[in-house]
């Protein structure tokens, strides 16, 4: 019997969106995992070299170097580390909200500004809205390596070397626990060295070959690896987010066959009763 | 017993080494570096080359480094260790490379309709049949 037959091949379809959010949801839930680990890598490199700037800013006060200066405000940079895939709940949404936010800002103070996307998402966003964009890396993978990201900083970085742009930001999402990312926005450039005190006596690196060399290589190298944390910080936010959309996705498509099961057999019931109340009238007519 | 110092080795993707040490050789810029405890505080540049950190108990170890920075204190010596090797015309060729993708990107706004309106649409369609089963269900009771 025919009834409700277009309500079967719907459930069948729903129960295959299922499927593959579920599955989605499992892939996301093993990535961030892996995306965890690479985020607590990469932590020792930037503390290390956090630990040698203070030593620099303790021992050396006298030589300053130019990522360490403030200086008047005419332009400003952002880098903006998105996702390069969608279907991540508001992830990328709420990122942008956030940088347009602080880009307003600069914008009110007639700063201008330039933009550096990290993530197809990014790129695609500022495609959309407009904006001065002047390097871009997409495509990184899973397990992005520093490599694909120098060329991207090192744009900015000239920029900043040649005065270009005064103050450069990173904008990413932060991971704060699985249901919880958080959208930041942070100065690398200048960098803002803690003043921390607790050295007894002054002392000094000596340098091989040149302070200034040495320190640009290193300040270099600081706001690169601050920049890759930043993007496999993003990595484990996005899997995360995804987990947990496609985890809702998933319920909702069990809610929706529940109901759709519960339409098909009251169809069902309603069909029987009436066959039966033909049958016997049918009867009683005879 | 003898003396030792803390060594770390650490790239910006991971913590290669971290332990006590007799002695280690590294490559500098300048020349090649024996550091023993107590050393001077120096900051350099290492080539790409061979790091060798000679443990406690005598055994050695090697790691490979494609270039990176060396910082010496007296009780502790990290290397912070490059991934790649790194020159000054490659990373210029790299962000040559950033900005030519910006470029492209802005010139061909029609090109490759974007995987990411065309997600919109679809999570669009969807709704919509979401609310036309709701629909029809209500009509059907």
Same mark, same amino acid.
């Given at each position: ?286 | ?85 790194? =020159? ?5 060729? &790299?962000? %040559?490379? #950033?900005?030519? /993708?910006?470029? !492209?990107? *802005? ?12 997600? =919109? ?5 969807? &709704?919509? %049949?979401? #609310?036309?089963? /709701?629909?029809? !269900?209500? *009509?059907?009771?």
């Amino acid at each position: 019997m025919a009834v409700g037959k277009e309500i079967r091949t719907k459930v069948k379809s729903v129960q295959n969106t299922q499927k593959i959010t579920r599955a989605m949801e499992m892939v996301a839930a093993s990535k961030m995992r892996k995306a965890q680990d690479r985020m607590a890598a990469s932590r020792p490199y930037a503390d290390k070299i956090r630990n040698v700037i203070k030593h620099l800013a303790h021992a050396h006060p006298e030589y300053q170097h130019s990522y360490l200066q403030e200086r008047d405000v005419k332009r400003v940079g952002f880098i903006v580390v998105s996702s390069d895939r969608g279907l991540c709940g508001g992830l990328n949404a709420n990122l942008f909200r956030t940088c347009i936010g602080s880009l307003k800002e600069w914008d009110t103070k007639s700063v201008e500004i330039d933009i550096c996307t990290i993530g197809g998402k990014a790129a695609g966003f500022f495609k959309r809205v407009g904006g001065n964009v002047v390097a871009e890396a997409s495509q990184l993978g899973d397990a992005p390596a520093i490599n694909d990201l120098i060329g991207t900083v090192k744009v900015m970085l000239d920029a900043f070397d040649s005065g270009k742009i005064d103050r450069l930001y990173v904008v990413y999402n932060e991971f704060v626990s699985t249901m919880v990312q958080d959208p930041q926005v942070e100065q690398l450039l200048p960098i803002q060295a803690d003043s921390e005190e607790g050295y007894a006596h002054q002392w000094d690196y000596l340098y091989e070959p040149e302070a200034k060399e040495v320190l640009t290589d290193l300040l270099t190298r600081y706001v690169e690896s601050l920049v890759y944390q930043a993007v496999v910080e993003n990595i484990a936010s996005e899997q995360s987010a995804r987990m947990v959309a496609m985890k809702a996705a998933s319920d909702n498509a069990g809610d929706l066959i529940d109901e759709l099961n519960l339409a098909y057999n009251k169809a069902r019931q309603a069909a029987i009763t009436q066959e039966i109340s033909e049958i016997v009238s049918g009867a009683a007519a005879v | 017993m003898a003396m030792t110092m803390h060594v770390d080795v650490v790239s910006a993707e991971e913590a290669i080494f971290s332990g006590p040490a007799k002695m280690l050789f590294a490559p500098g810029v300048m020349g090649d570096l024996g550091i023993m405890p107590r050393h001077a505080p120096l900051l350099t540049r290492i080539k790409p080359g061979e790091v060798r950190i000679l443990t406690p108990d005598d055994e050695e170890q090697f790691y490979y480094v494609s270039g990176g920075m060396l910082e010496i204190q007296p009780e502790a010596v990290t290397i912070l260790a490059d991934t790649a090797i790194r =020159a000054k015309d490659i990373d210029e060729a &790299a962000a %040559l490379e #950033a900005k030519e /993708r910006a470029e !492209k990107a *802005l010139a061909d706004r029609s090109g490759e309709i974007d995987y990411a309106t065309t997600e =919109a649409e679809l999570a669009e369609a969807l &709704a919509q %049949l979401q #609310a036309i089963q /709701r629909l029809k !269900k209500k *009509l059907g009771r």
